[in-house]
């Protein structure tokens, strides 16, 4: 639980200083860049802090891969 109030400290401070000068100055590009980019990490950090067993994606990728060239690992 400590991990997630520092999580939530973080992107307060990451927010207020990225995200709203981009607002204020209707910075679109960055915008539609940075928002889903906070999104994703802000989920994969909570669910982190709340002990979700992560894939790894190094194991992702060559099934990928091996899905693509019917290959069998």
């Avoid at 000068?21 to 928002?35: C, N, Q, R």
């Avoid at 802000?42 to 994606?57: A, C, K, L």
């Amino acid at each position: 639980m400590n991990s997630f109030l520092i999580f939530i400290i973080l992107y307060a401070i990451m927010i207020c200083f990225d995200l709203i000068p981009a607002f204020k100055k209707k910075e679109k590009k960055v915008l539609f860049f940075s928002i889903p980019v906070y999104i994703l990490t802000f989920t994969f950090d909570v669910m982190y802090s709340f002990g979700s067993n992560q894939m790894n994606p190094n194991q992702v990728i060559i099934d990928f891969i091996g899905s693509i060239f019917h290959i069998k690992s």
